[in-house]
């Protein structure tokens, strides 16, 4: 099964990247935009009984891992077949 | 009196700190390659600056996995003194061994550069030679020591005098213009609750000699020689 993981800056953290960005995008005429976050998205391919045991295997590896929940959120899909 | 520097693959600031104790402070000197679990016998523990593993995912998110961190970890926890600097201070924040992260620099710059710092407090052991509200000129070099905690976090540690250096101009005055990369309340070193524990974003090591530009590390250095003689492990 692929897992697809998304990390990005919690909302409360300060984020110079992000900030950057939208300013780009502005300065390019996409005045529309109003917020930009930069973070990091990871597939990862994982063996697995079910998706529900991959997918708690996949919140686990988020929280000792991919992201650091002191800075970051993280959010992930599943999809694929057991095997 | 033995010092223990840890060297992670990408560490680059590991022969800097084994000149200034070696050839600079006179102490004792032990490199600990990142496989080690033995400590060799050191009295206080450095990390190193760097790019330990390439700061993959996150600046110090795998150094903190290595065999050698368990060991430091344990170390720390029987009151063994742990100086982190720079990427080590990052280390320290992944392996939760002092709270907060340290995220990219405000301005999104490396910046490698003096700084000056006013020392918060001057009974831990790597502080005991300097004064409370003293300033020290310091090098930092660094493209993500913008330490950030979230707001308890940040009160808890001021409550507790956990704040032992912050970011100033050469008063001593902690202004927006003297922080170098958006710090929260301009910190620049943080220590453990029972004040064993030091990370700090700025270079001791470099400012050690006067051939360097200054000699104000040096005290840092003296100080944790001091301490350790002075420390009994549980």
């Known amino acids: ?83 | 009196m033995r010092f223990g520097v840890v060297v992670f693959p990408g560490t680059w600031s590991d022969r800097d700190c084994g000149h200034v104790v070696q050839d600079v402070l006179g102490a004792e000197l032990v490199y600990l390659w990142h496989k080690d679990r033995d400590l060799g016998g050191a009295d206080c523990v450095i990390l190193p600056g760097g790019f330990s593993y390439g700061d993959y995912l996150r600046a110090g998110a795998i150094a903190r996995f290595s065999p050698v961190m368990e060991s430091v970890a344990a170390f720390a926890e029987r009151g063994g003194l742990v100086w982190g600097i720079c990427n080590g201070f990052q280390v320290l924040c992944e392996a939760g061994l002092l709270p907060g992260a340290l995220v990219r620099n405000a301005c999104l710059e490396f910046r490698c550069e003096w700084t000056h710092l006013r020392c918060e407090r001057e009974t831990t052991p790597f502080t005991r030679g300097l004064a409370a509200g003293q300033v020290i000129r310091v090098p930092i070099s660094h493209g993500e020591g913008n330490y950030t905690a979230d707001p308890a976090t940040l009160d808890a540690l001021e409550r507790r005098g956990q704040v032992v250096f912050r970011y100033c101009d050469e008063r001593g005055e902690t202004t927006a213009g003297a922080n170098p990369n958006g710090s929260q309340r301009s910190i620049a070193g943080i220590v453990s609750e029972r004040g064993n524990v030091l990370g700090m974003m700025p270079h001791p090591e470099r400012c050690a000699e006067a051939e360097l530009g200054g000699t104000d590390g040096l005290l840092l250095f003296r100080s944790a020689m001091e301490a350790a003689a002075a420390v009994t492990l549980a």
């Open chain 1, 1 to 83: 099964m692929i897992a697809r993981v998304v990390v990005v800056p919690k909302p409360v953290v300060n984020d110079p990247q992000g900030v950057t960005v939208r300013q780009g995008l502005n300065a390019l005429g996409f005045v529309e935009v109003v917020d930009a976050r930069v973070g990091k998205y990871i597939e990862l391919e994982v063996g697995g009984e079910s998706v529900e045991d991959v997918r708690y295997r996949v919140d686990e590896m988020c929280r000792k891992l991919l992201a650091n929940q002191v800075i970051e959120d993280y959010r992930f899909e599943v999809e694929g077949e057991p095997r």
